[in-house]
């Protein structure tokens, strides 16, 4: 009794040969350019970006809970003077200068700027992602004035407390002159560093914007900086009202 048999080839599967195979798995969809390096989606990067600010921040709070300590506890300890060989309370209040109320005000008016400026480019980033993922041409372009505004302010407080401290040592107050003015330099001096850095990082987006960088890279910077911006502005209106209550 004769039999038959059939025989089939099945064809090897094909993964990305130049235009034959198919084509390899992506990242989450529509992120204006970022989809073709392989990188996440806007949402998703955003969240590890906002992770990363408050791994940041945390140092910096602790940093400052430090100060606050030294401060509260060294305004009640005595310290021995070498020519009566007493205990003696060395802790003279110092009197702030007014300029710290303008610079204040001037700080808090930053803070508005800055939730614009992140509002502004988080818009156009989510326009993007949505038009990207519907195979709708992106333009990178976007203009935030508001960024500009921020940076201007910026840099003008910073100019009012410099201000601020040559008025402390016109009327006589230096860092090393009494513990309360030195803690005086020693608050308001280390903001300042850290409010440096948010600067910076404002004008490194702002330099994004000039390279034509895509609009989701650049409101992740915006975002990120704009909370930071916004940490560093209830600091100091926290620290201004622990030197001017807590004396």
């Not at 970006?49 to 305004?75: C, D, E």
């Amino acid at each position: 009794m004769a039999s038959f048999s059939t025989t089939a080839t099945l064809d090897e599967p094909q993964v990305s040969r130049g235009n034959d195979g198919g084509a390899p798995p992506t990242f989450g969809g529509g992120d204006d350019g970022d989809r073709s390096r392989g990188l996440p989606d806007y949402p998703t990067r955003l969240r590890r970006a906002r992770l990363g600010l408050l791994v940041a921040l945390t140092p910096v709070l602790m940093l400052f809970v430090s100060f606050t300590s030294a401060y509260v506890v060294r305004q009640g300890l005595p310290t021995l003077d070498p020519r009566t060989n007493q205990l003696v309370r060395d802790w003279i209040p110092v009197k702030l200068p007014a300029l710290l109320i303008v610079n204040t005000a001037i700080l808090l008016l930053s803070s508005v700027g800055m939730e614009l400026a992140r509002r502004q480019t988080k818009l156009a980033a989510v326009a993007a992602t949505t038009k990207s993922a519907k195979g709708v041409a992106v333009s990178g372009e976007g203009k935030t004035p508001w960024l500009g505004m921020t940076i201007a302010l910026g840099l003008l407080f910073l100019l009012g407390q410099w201000m601020a401290w040559k008025q402390l040592a016109a009327s006589g107050f230096y860092v090393a002159t009494t513990p309360s003015s030195s803690f005086v330099y020693l608050l308001t001096g280390a903001h300042a560093v850290h409010l440096m850095g948010g600067v910076l990082a404002l004008l490194v987006a702002g330099l994004f914007a000039l390279l034509h960088r895509s609009v989701t890279t650049r409101s992740i910077v915006v975002d990120v900086t704009g909370w930071y911006w916004h940490f560093m502005a209830a600091l100091w209106v926290y620290i201004f009202a622990l030197l001017e209550l807590a004396k």
